[in-house]
């Protein structure tokens, strides 16, 4: 079935650094491609997502880079602050009628001062 | 806007007894919502899409009869757990679409289930 890859499953930086998370998806006609953010025993809260025709997109210190042709997608985090720990996950629509997502197992990332 | 809750936040339960969880769209009619299961340091699994006024589609490997899912408006769709057994302990998180972005989900803050 659908899979989504995610990589690394933890992630240490200092405050400031970059933080740098990878996805791969297995369907093909996957089209829009979600990142969340989940604190501890709260809800996932989307930071930012990107569809299948657009190659790259940026919010503030926060982008997302869409490879269709090799099914990767990436989450770029610069200038970390301690409050951007948390878990990270990506997701992939599924061709289906109801678009379901399809979660990545989800990178603890720990932004140390 | 886009605002969904979730209720109760947390329920403790003997093992043999029936859970039932409300997800609401407090401010957008959700044709579509989803529920999902998340075991501590794992991710989110879904078990089951559901539309208004029709019956919910069940993920490979999910007991219909266990988990009743009731999507009776467009705002209002709930998940009973039926005997629960202290495996089906976890973090229960529902998701809400409307029509405005078909590929946006909105999530509930999620229910802690407990089974004793």
């Known amino acids: 079935g659908e899979n989504v890859e995610q990589h690394p499953s933890t992630l240490s930086v200092q405050e400031g650094d970059s933080a740098v998370i990878k996805c791969t998806y297995s369907?093909?006609?996957?089209?829009?491609f979600p990142w969340y953010k989940q604190e501890l025993g709260k809800r996932p809260q989307l930071i930012i997502d990107?569809?299948?025709?657009?190659g790259e997109k940026k919010d503030q210190r926060i982008a997302v880079t869409l490879n269709k042709t090799a099914k990767h997608f990436s989450l770029h985090i610069t200038e970390t602050q301690p409050e951007d720990s948390a878990v990270y996950f990506c997701?992939?629509?599924?061709?289906?009628?109801?678009?379901?997502?399809?979660f990545g197992t989800g990178t603890r990332l720990l932004v140390s001062p | 806007g886009a605002v969904v809750s979730q209720h109760p936040s947390w329920v403790i339960c003997k093992s043999g007894t029936s859970v039932k969880i409300e997800c609401r769209s407090l401010d957008f009619q959700a044709t579509t919502m989803f529920w999902y299961r998340q075991f501590p340091k794992q991710s989110l699994m879904l078990m089951a899409t559901s539309n208004e006024g029709s019956k919910a589609t069940y993920e490979q490997g999910v007991e219909k009869d266990k988990f009743l899912i009731n999507h009776a408006s467009l705002t209002l769709s709930t998940l009973t757990v039926t005997s629960a057994h202290p495996e089906d302990s976890s973090f229960y998180i529902c998701?809400?679409?409307?029509?405005?972005?078909?590929?946006?989900?909105?999530f509930g803050p999620g229910t802690r289930l407990t089974v004793l």
């Open positions: 369907d093909s006609a996957s089209n829009y």
């Open positions: 998701s809400a679409r409307g029509d405005k972005n078909y590929n946006e989900q909105f």
């Open positions: 997701a992939a629509s599924i061709s289906t009628g109801f678009q379901k997502l399809v």
């Open positions: 990107i569809r299948s025709n657009v």
